[in-house]
C-alpha cells in the first residue's frame, strides 16, 4: 500500500511561483511512475507532470512545459513540483499520484491508470 500527503498549495498572484511536495510512504521504488495531476471545477483531471523512478524520465503537459519543473527526493521520500511563472487558468487542486510500473507522455491523459492518490492541495492564481 502506497500512502501519498501533499502539502505547499496557496493562494497567489499571476507570475508568481509556489512548490508542491508529495510525502510518500509504503514500497516506492524501483519501477513506479509517479506525478501531479490537477483538476479545476467543473473540468476533468488533467496530467500536469509524471516522472518514471529510479531514472528519472520526465513527462510534462504542453501548458505547463518550461514553467513547472518536476523533481523526487530519494533520501526524503518527497516528490516535488516546482511551478514558476503561476497564471489564473493554473488554478486547481493539485494531486499527488503514482502506480507500478513504467511512464510515458500517455500516461498523462490516462488518470484512471494510476492506483494511489493523495488528498490533493489547493492552488489558487488570482489576476
Known amino acids: 500500500q502506497v500512502h501519498l500527503v501533499e502539502s505547499g498549495g496557496d493562494s497567489v498572484q499571476t507570475g508568481g511561483s509556489l512548490r508542491l511536495s508529495c510525502a510518500f510512504s509504503?514500497?516506492?521504488?524501483?519501477?513506479?511512475?509517479m506525478g501531479w495531476f490537477r483538476q479545476a471545477p467543473g473540468t476533468e483531471r488533467e496530467g500536469v507532470a509524471i516522472i518514471y523512478i529510479p531514472a528519472g524520465g520526465t513527462y510534462y503537459a504542453d501548458s505547463v512545459k518550461g514553467r513547472f519543473a518536476i523533481s523526487q527526493d530519494g533520501a526524503k521520500n518527497t516528490l516535488d513540483l516546482q511551478m514558476n511563472s503561476l497564471n489564473p487558468e493554473d488554478t486547481a487542486m493539485y494531486y499527488c499520484?503514482?502506480?507500478?510500473?513504467?511512464?510515458?507522455?500517455?500516461?498523462?491523459?490516462?488518470?484512471?491508470?494510476?492506483?494511489?492518490w493523495g488528498q490533493g492541495t489547493q492552488v489558487t492564481v488570482s489576476s
Open positions: 499520484v503514482a502506480k507500478p510500473g513504467g511512464c510515458s507522455s500517455g500516461f498523462l491523459r490516462r488518470p484512471s491508470r494510476f492506483d494511489y
Open positions: 509504503g514500497y516506492v521504488y524501483s519501477g513506479y511512475c
